[in-house]
């Protein structure tokens, strides 16, 4: 009797390519480490940038509990989805205020 080998978690299977579509989300918000900020309102073209990433996001991470691919309406889904993509990579955010309006601060951003 053979057995079919056991697939490995996307976590480990795609972890190169996670990381690299990270990058790709924080150069398009234009995160660096040296600014570690997003913007709490996104332009269009980044909502479209992101919004094309979609079939590569859900290929290499496990988001089926993601409230951006669940069926209930939510207020900024792309801003939801964003969220949940830092968050899997342990980057938290919080949102400040200064002088040059709202943005949410980034910790723990390497890139």
């Excluded at 290929?59 to 069926?71: A, D, G, I, P």
């Excluded at 792309?78 to 200064?98: A, F, G, P, Q, V």
């Amino acid at each position: 009797m053979t057995t079919t080998p056991k697939q490995e978690p996307k976590d480990v299977r795609y972890n190169t390519n996670q990381k690299e579509l990270l990058t790709q989300i924080l150069t398009i918000l234009n995160v660096t480490e040296d600014t570690p900020r997003m913007p709490v309102t996104l332009t269009d073209s980044q909502r479209t940038a992101i919004t094309a990433l979609d079939p590569q996001i859900h290929k290499y991470y496990k988001c089926s509990t993601w409230s951006y691919y669940k069926s209930k309406p939510l207020k900024d889904p792309i801003m939801s989805l964003l969220k949940s993509i830092l968050k899997y990579h342990n980057i938290t955010t919080e949102l400040t205020k200064d002088s040059t309006g709202q943005y949410y601060k980034l910790d723990n951003v390497n890139m």
